[in-house]
């Protein structure tokens, strides 16, 4: 049986990390950027990591995607450990609570940064794979779907992709993760569209083809010359993921989510 | 130096006040205004940052402080022009509509960059709830900063740093 308390802690560590700590891959490409307010970016990460002070005041609202093995016991619901872990983390350390009570009507903080969003897919064996996205609200607001007429076709996909980004890129602390959900139903999609936001900016789809459009999007978007910070210099788009799934005769769903700059995530796994 | 001798693209260090604000507190003050009564702010000659700032760690002026999309509070920027409001802070391009109000009102609208909270709650030498304490991150505060970063991204002219 897995302990709740493992995950608690484990889970606990990935997320002040994602927080606090630069993500490596990202740094990499930070340290090469020259454009405006570069000191200050580069100032940013080293400031985090020695004060324990988040790297953006927009702490998110965590989104979990949790693959349990079906031969995986846990001790309690892994939503109820989850939703502990995020509680503990953002009381224990100074991050922003970003999450209201009823969307519409009364807004009021919870003053845990709970309720986070979790998703459940159970695998085979006998792993829990928990992977989270930090999702700002700057990011998430550019999360779009479109139901496309099945003899769409590449061209539609990549024209409504790039036109997105053409015109709200700038909102979303770019360079973007671009994660693109294509098939399904609506809401598969969009998951869909989130669930390439974990992956890790080298990975390419393992269908040559969708590895392509992968490529040939990325270049595209690119092309837009966006920039950081939406200031024409550097990188538009770090990497873009596509995550495929059957469909109906009738539909083609696509669905655009971004993650910004910080690309804030993580991954943790426990044998059962 | 005058705001109106600003240029687009132009980069500045800013020391000064800003009041720090955002999308529910703008809402409220359009409500006050509806209803006729007395805002609990002046905000005569002020400059608006859009932000909500994470929790303040013991022993520090302010928390991690960075700039929150701009454009989503497009439809209140004209009300913060009427209350004399000299300049907005804040993130990513904003509406056509918001560049005219800028240039109808000979006003600018500076970015500054996001995602680098930690840091730029380094340049902040003060901080006070001004109103709204109960919306937490989201409450209006006056804070004081030095070498603040800024790139003009809307100057009064209307010009702008991004496509159109």
């Given at each position: ?32 950027y020259e454009g405006p307010f570069s000191d200050i970016i ?96 700057g ?26 980004i053409k015109e709200h890129g700038a909102k979303a602390c770019p360079p973007l ?44 978007l690119n092309l837009l010359g966006i920039g950081f910070q939406g200031l024409g210099k550097g990188k538009t788009v ?22 910004c700059y ?11 | 130096m005058k705001v109106e001798e600003l240029k687009a693209g132009q980069e500045i260090r800013y ?32 400059i608006v940052f859009y ?15 960075g700039p929150t999309t701009s454009a989503r509070m497009d439809?209140?920027l ?8 000299v300049a907005t802070v804040g993130k990513g391009k904003r509406s056509k509509k918001a560049i005219d109000t800028c240039r109808k009102w000979k006003r600018v609208y500076f970015i500054t960059p996001s995602g680098a ?31 603040f970063p800024l790139v003009v991204a809307i100057d009064s002219e209307g010009n702008t740093i991004f496509e159109e």
């Open positions: 049986m897995i302990r709740a308390h493992t995950v608690l802690e484990k889970v606990k560590k990935a997320i002040v990390e994602a927080n606090v700590k630069i993500n490596e891959e990202i740094r990499e490409i930070i340290e090469e580069k100032e940013n990460y080293r400031i985090s990591k020695e004060e324990n002070l988040p790297l953006c005041q927009d702490t998110g609202m965590v989104e979990f995607f949790v693959f349990l093995g079906h031969k995986t016991v846990l001790e309690e619901p892994i939503e109820q450990t989850l939703n502990k872990a995020v509680e503990e983390v953002y009381r224990e350390y100074p991050f922003r609570f970003s999450v209201v009570s009823d969307p519409l009507f009364d807004r009021i903080n919870t003053e845990t940064n709970t309720p986070a969003v979790v998703h459940l897919f159970q695998v085979e064996g006998n792993k829990l794979e928990i992977r989270f996205l930090v999702k700002g609200g990011s998430e607001n550019l999360s779009v779907l479109r139901m496309m007429n099945p003899t769409s076709g590449i061209d539609r996909i990549k024209e409504f992709v790039v036109e997105h993760h671009v994660g693109i959900g294509i098939g399904g139903t609506a809401d598969k999609a969009v998951l869909l569209s989130k669930l390439a936001l974990t992956r890790d900016f080298k990975e390419r789809n393992e269908d040559p083809r969708y590895a392509e459009l992968e490529r040939e999007l990325e270049n595209e770090y990497s873009v993921h596509i995550e495929h799934f059957p469909t109906h005769i009738a539909t083609l769903p696509v669905a655009i989510s971004v993650d910080l690309c804030r995530k993580g991954k943790v796994i426990v044998e059962g | 020391s000064g006040k800003l009041i720090v604000m955002r999308d529910q507190a703008q809402k409220r003050l359009k409500e006050f205004l509806e209803k006729g009564e007395k805002l609990p702010l002046n905000l005569e000659g002020q932000a909500g700032p994470a929790r303040t760690p013991q022993g520090k002026v302010i928390g991690a402080i439809d209140y004209e009300m913060l022009f009427r209350l004399g409001v909270a930690a840091a730029l709650s380094k340049r902040v030498k003060s901080a006070r709830v001004l109103a709204f304490e109960d919306l937490g991150p989201e409450a209006i505060y006056e804070i004081e900063v030095e070498e």
